[in-house]
């Protein structure tokens, strides 16, 4: 399924790191920052996580909820949010069917070797739960500022 600008969400509910889960029907009334990433404590993923958390406070003050989402497990996230003191929710989808949901799910090659594997995606949706804006295919460095700066310009 691929998803576009204007499109509702699709709905979800999983589990959550620390015991709890998260919903989409939960976010509804704020604006919400979706970031599809590979796996926890990998070197580009923790960049990643450290760069959403370092803005905690801008993102809260614009009225946007940041959520990670990948494959791993709630005890592997429970101990990557621990490691790296991350203040926001991250979501296990181990059956990976929002990952599909959502089209993040993708074919992947590395070495001449082709796999299944999280394209690090990051969405925007608004109070309604509403796409608003999708990175594809993320470059970390800056990526954090510039998902803020859309976040703050939405109203």
């Known amino acids: 399924m691929s998803l576009d600008t204007g499109d509702q969400a699709p709905d979800f509910d999983l589990p959550g790191a620390g015991g709890g889960a998260v919903r989409l029907a939960d976010l509804m009334g704020r604006k919400t920052v979706l970031y599809f990433y590979p796996k926890d404590d990998t070197s580009g993923c923790t960049l990643e996580a450290q760069g959403f958390n370092a803005l905690g406070a801008a993102f809260a003050a614009a009225d946007t909820i940041v959520i990670g989402i990948s494959p791993d497990s709630v005890r592997s996230h429970d101990k990557f949010r621990a490691k790296y003191e991350l203040s926001f929710p991250l979501a296990s989808d181990e059956t990976k069917a ?58």
Request: aromatic content about 8%.
């Open 98 to 155: 929002m990952l599909e949901a959502y089209g993040v799910w993708v074919e992947k090659s590395m070495y001449g070797r082709k796999y299944m594997g999280v394209e690090r995606t990051t969405m925007l949706l608004d109070r309604t739960g509403r796409i608003v804006r999708i990175w594809p295919k993320v470059k970390v460095l800056g990526h954090a500022e510039e998902v803020l700066a859309a976040a703050q310009a939405q109203a």
